[in-house]
């Protein structure tokens, strides 16, 4: 074993204790798959979501996709199958008027922003998005707003009874987590009978299960990057003919500027499925001779969303001969990378007040509290850590500074799945934190109180470790950064078995890096009792047995102003969320 690995399992050894309770504590909760069906489907929201939780089998799904890649019908005919077995065809889904949206980043934005133009025109809008972020029934909305607790249990146990009614030898009764998700949003679509349906890809485009659409009114590719490769390809043009897999003939696509070579790659897959694709101007082109256009949500980087969004908003408006669409200001767009542009036309007042009232939690996110400011943001690739990164340092440079005092700023950080920590945590150097804070994505150590933030796919043990991992890539960079000389493992001193902080720093990092057990703990040490909403009812402690702990604590207390950035993965920013503003759990 390395020495890297040892001090590793050595500062793990702090929490074995909590780890093996809450392991004991998931593979009990496994048992749920033997529970019984209720009969009636009245029972309470939070058992609905844990019969859910009994679906998640993303690591074997996941495994499974890579090995069907090659035949993606295989994988679309299993999802139809559950369809039909669920009581719709996939003619039924006609009738949604679908805007189906993929991309790497933005997609959520995207979608966040044409929901809300079209819901400006009085429109009764559905909206599928993932992952959630406090509460699953987030995934599944009506006018903007996650459909209520009650509705999401009735519809949740009217699908899972007709799924085990219609089951036979051949097929298994469920299907995993997302599947059933996205066959539950369209049943809500229809029987709620929505206008509309934004519907957000989950994972690429060729083989999600959101491709049962077959006549959508419009798609839509937001910026394009690197992320799911061991699914989708280690290349952008790899992963750019997956997102244009939702290409459908003679359907009209659009697309943001991308470089040249993904950019080539949805040309060319547009071109053989028959399937009229665009390039979408830029915001700017949109809003030459009028008044600026506000969005609802911060950062540079969304302004290519909106103007995705105005694009997707107005062709949908266009297709239902909508009397107030847009004029257009540039009947005869001109051609860019072979791809000819987008209309050019004049936001009308509902878009600009739907870009205005956009509202699209976890991103770009700012919760001002007392001396405390909370960044949140759920960049998880190299391309939105980017955007993230520089939206933070414009957000610093335009606050109002305090006429005294010191500011502090801490970066709370975790990423999960196959992504690239070193990679991410490098981008973020150039913001200067004081602080680095690493934490697995549980609210507490134990979850069991809240099925929403459940997760059965990884073990306790697993991501302390990552958490370890990633605060190793940070000291790494920190000490490369300080002076290529002090490039060596570290050798953390424990700081005993009672702590709750599992690891320190190494004594020539000039940033202070800690590792908590859950976001609780992390967030009751940057926020030293400062936040007047997130009051935990004790401060333990053993969250300030270690040195820089500690002594972190004091200037946290004093300091005139803290500046927090919580990055990395959106399950991280869900769980902050959830502590923060306790009122999304209800």
Request: proline content about 7%.
């Amino acid at each position: 074993m390395s020495p890297a690995r040892s001090h590793l399992g050595a500062a793990l050894f702090l929490a074995a204790a909590s780890a093996r309770s809450v392991t004991t504590q998931v593979a009990a909760r496994r048992g749920l798959s033997a529970w019984p069906v209720p009969q009636e489907p009245s029972m309470e929201y939070q058992d609905a979501v844990r019969m859910l939780n009994t679906l998640q089998t993303n690591a074997s799904y996941l495994e499974q996709a890579k090995r069907q890649r090659g035949d993606p019908q295989t994988q679309l005919e299993a999802m139809e199958l559950y369809l039909a077995r669920s009581g719709l065809q996939v003619e039924d889904l006609d009738r949604l008027n679908i805007i189906h949206v993929t991309g790497t980043k933005g997609k959520g934005s995207t979608c966040a922003f044409t929901e809300c133009i079209l819901r400006s025109y009085g429109l009764k809008t559905g909206f599928f998005s993932s992952p959630h972020l406090v509460q699953v029934r987030e995934r599944i909305r009506i006018n903007g707003q996650p459909i209520s607790p009650d509705l999401f249990t009735k519809y949740f146990w009217r699908l899972y009874q007709r799924l085990e009614e219609t089951k036979d030898g051949s097929c298994v009764s469920m299907p995993p987590y997302f599947r059933f998700l996205t066959l539950m949003a369209f049943h809500v679509f229809l029987q709620e009978k929505v206008d509309l349906a934004v519907v957000e890809v989950g994972i690429g485009g060729a083989y999600d299960c959101t491709n049962i659409i077959r006549k959508p009114v419009v798609c839509g590719v937001s910026s394009l990057g690197i992320d799911h490769t061991s699914l989708l390809g280690d290349t952008v043009e790899k992963i750019a003919w997956q997102k244009g897999g939702i290409f459908k003939q003679g359907v009209p696509a659009f697309t943001v500027l991308q470089p040249e070579g993904p950019l080539a790659v949805l040309r060319d897959r547009a071109q053989q499925i028959s399937c009229p694709l665009y390039l979408c101007p830029p915001l700017e082109a949109l809003e030459e001779g009028g008044l600026p256009l506000t969005l609802g949500l911060e950062g540079e980087h969304q302004r290519s969303n909106a103007a995705l969004a105005l694009q997707l908003a107005h062709c949908w408006l266009q297709w239902q001969n909508h009397h107030d669409a847009g004029e257009l200001k540039a009947s005869r767009p001109g051609l860019l990378w072979q791809l000819p542009l987008a209309p050019v036309f004049q936001p009308t007042s509902h878009m600009r007040l739907g870009l205005r009232n956009t509202e699209w939690l976890g991103r770009t996110q700012v919760l001002r509290r007392g001396p405390l400011t909370w960044y949140l943001d759920g960049a998880h690739t190299p391309s939105s850590v980017q955007a993230c990164v520089r939206w933070f340092r414009q957000a610093l440079q335009s606050r109002e500074r305090q006429s005294s005092g010191t500011e502090v700023r801490v970066l709370l950080f975790n990423t999960t799945g196959d992504r690239d920590s070193a990679v991410l945590l490098k981008l973020l150097q150039p913001c200067q934190f004081d602080y680095a804070v690493f934490c697995p994505n549980l609210t507490e150590v134990s979850s069991t109180g809240n099925a929403d933030q459940q997760n059965f796919t990884v073990t306790l043990d697993q991501v302390l470790l990552r958490c370890l991992e990633h605060q190793q890539h940070w000291n790494y960079l920190d000490e490369e950064q300080a002076s290529p000389a002090l490039w060596s493992a570290p050798s953390p001193e424990l700081a005993g078995p009672a702590s709750l902080l599992l690891a320190p720093h190494p004594p020539h990092s000039s940033t202070s890096s800690l590792v908590f057990s859950c976001i609780s703990h992390a967030l009751q040490w940057i926020s030293q009792g400062r936040d007047p909403v997130f009051q935990p009812p004790s401060s333990p402690k053993s969250l300030l047995t270690h040195p820089v702990a500690c002594s972190g604590a004091s200037v946290l207390h004093e300091a005139a102003a803290v500046h927090v950035l919580v990055t990395g993965s959106l399950h991280l920013v869900g769980g902050v969320l959830k502590l923060l503003e306790p009122a999304l759990s209800q």
